[in-house]
């Protein structure tokens, strides 16, 4: 080989590689901690790793206990965490969750912090597991590794005895949660965050504005997603179990959406903030086979707007 085609192969090789990082920053390729999650009604990802450039902190709560949360562990959401992984059953009020946290963590203070909060520890395998009181129900946290946090409030131990075994041996977790196996491939690529959620059918006992029943939503599943480019775009589908449920579905949304228009021209937009109705018009609904589409554009001055709190009808 000569000297310029080993300069061509070491270049190719380095694009191929920054592409395959850039790749994997950017959300593409399956999120390994979805895969330690229990089964769930509800997946959330979201990869917060590519915004460290913008100062997230900015829009940090006020709550106390939040900044005492900050002050004891060092730790500063959009800062040190670079993503989070969620699983809910029966979302709600009562719902149970499993979450891993991944990101840049100071795991002595750490651990003084759930020490001081634990009313118990357990030792399972090489972790130790610390159990927290928390509105009426027990919260077990263990510090998987040094940038890997896990948490969960289901009531038996197991789950988080389950989430260490399958960190512990790739193997055991396998593809991850069903709505993970069969849905994932449906999220675009380079979502920053994504949610999976299937619809439960007591969604029937539901109404929207103007008395609209939400039973065409039984059993449907739903994948969001969100983007990035200077303006955040999502996609919504909905998948449903036929045609005409995915038509009436179009046809619906599309009602509520040209009565939710029309009931802001008859109050008036002239003090409407135009980015918001910039979002507002950018909304579609679209029938795709047995599934619903809904797109819509979030303009970045409204992103911006909303990191400072100053997004509103009147600005």
Known sequence: MNRKALIALLVLVALVAGAFVLYRQMGGGK??????????????????????????????????????????????????????????????????????????FDSARLTNYLKKLSTGTERYADKVIY???HEGRTVRVTILSPTTVAVTNVGPADQIHSIIDKFRNSSLAGRG????????????????????????????????????????????????????????????????ESEASAQDLVERANGFLALYKSVGKSFG??????????????????????????????????IQKVSQGNISAGK
Do not use: C
């Open 131 to 133: 159990s927290i009181p």
């Open 269 to 302: 937009t002239k003090g409407t903030d135009p980015d918001v109705k910039a979002m507002i018009n950018s909304i579609k609904v679209e029938e795709s086979g047995k599934s619903a589409l809904i797109t819509a554009t979030i303009p970045e001055g409204f």
């Open 31 to 104: 999120p390994e901690t979805v895969a330690l999650l229990p089964e769930g009604d509800l997946l959330v990802y979201a990869n917060i790793k590519p915004l460290h450039f913008v100062n997230l902190n900015k829009s940090d709560p006020d709550d106390p206990e939040y900044q005492d949360f900050v002050r004891q562990t060092g730790i500063e959401w959009g800062r040190d965490l670079d993503n989070v992984a969620v699983s809910q059953r029966n979302p709600g009020a009562n719902s149970e969750s499993s979450a891993i946290f991944t990101g840049q």
């Open 177 to 240: 949660p069903y709505l993970f196996e069969t849905h994932y491939r449906d999220v675009p690529f380079g979502s920053l965050a994504w949610a999976i959620y299937r619809v439960p059918a007591q969604s029937s006992n539901s109404q929207l504005l103007g008395g609209w029943g939400l039973d065409f939503l039984d059993n449907a599943t739903t994948v969001a997603s969100l983007r990035y480019s200077g303006s955040i775009h999502f996609k919504g589908q909905i998948f449903t």
